[in-house]
């Protein structure tokens, strides 16, 4: 297996614009999180689905952002408008209920978002 | 509400020198601990976890972390650091549902 993909790895725009970052889970996983690094905050859950129907949303900062999960093998994060302290990186995550690593989260590569 | 607790921030260290870093939470239940490792530029990996059993466990790489239930903590140890330690160490805690609350993390440096 790939492990979790993510695109794009780094996202330069400038506020005001609008951002969408995708996620492609472990095939078969049936959670998906996504998480905000800083370098302020640490690591920060935003979100997470199961089955792909969004389960705990209270860590999303604002209504400026969203996230979607239109079917078990891909998700968007997205924010509109962006702002510069919306820079950091963005990592998803997925994991099983199913396997002997049940609550071991997979990490993708994360995209790099920088605020102008 | 959870919390994780890691108090070093930053650690500066000699190779072969020992390591321990510390990890206190907070949640009186049943606990599964992970300890995660970001090497620079990468995305998060799984060092080690413990779910039951011998409260010390062993991971990749030499690492090893003591589940201490009377403490709360989950302290990751290795006795002889490498250059290629040199990292961004995470703590996490899950407490049941599928979601885990992280640590701040505690950046390694190790001087070679």
């Known amino acids: 297996d790939a492990g979790v993909i993510q695109s794009p790895r780094h996202e330069v725009t400038e506020m005001g614009q609008e951002v969408t970052l995708r996620c492609k889970p472990i095939s078969g996983h049936d959670y998906l999180f996504w998480y905000r690094q800083t370098m302020m905050r640490g690591l920060e859950l935003l979100i997470y689905f199961n089955n792909n129907v969004p389960i705990d949303d209270s860590g999303m900062p604002e209504d400026r952002f969203s996230a979607k999960m239109p079917n078990a093998s891909f998700s968007t994060l997205k924010i509109q408008p962006s702002e510069p302290r919306d820079s950091a990186v963005y990592f998803c995550a997925s994991s099983s209920t199913e396997s002997l690593s049940y609550n071991e989260q997979f990490f993708g590569p994360g995209t790099r978002l920088t605020v102008l | 509400a959870q919390s994780v607790s890691q108090h070093n921030h930053h650690v500066i260290l000699s190779e072969a020198a020992s390591l321990e870093l510390g990890c206190n939470y907070s949640?009186?239940?049943?606990?599964?601990l992970f300890w995660y490792v970001q090497y620079p530029g990468q995305h998060l990996q799984l060092l080690l976890k413990?779910?039951?059993?011998?409260?010390l466990v062993k991971g990749i790489k030499g690492f090893e972390a003591e589940f201490i239930k009377s403490k709360f903590s989950f302290n990751l140890r290795k006795p002889s650091v490498q250059w290629s330690d040199t990292a961004e160490y995470f703590c996490?805690?899950?407490?049941?549902?599928?979601?885990?609350?992280f640590g701040t993390g505690t950046r390694l440096t190790v001087i070679p």
């Open positions: 413990y779910f039951s059993g011998d409260p």
């Open positions: 996490a805690v899950n407490t049941g549902a599928n979601n885990l609350f």
């Open positions: 949640y009186g239940g049943t606990v599964n």
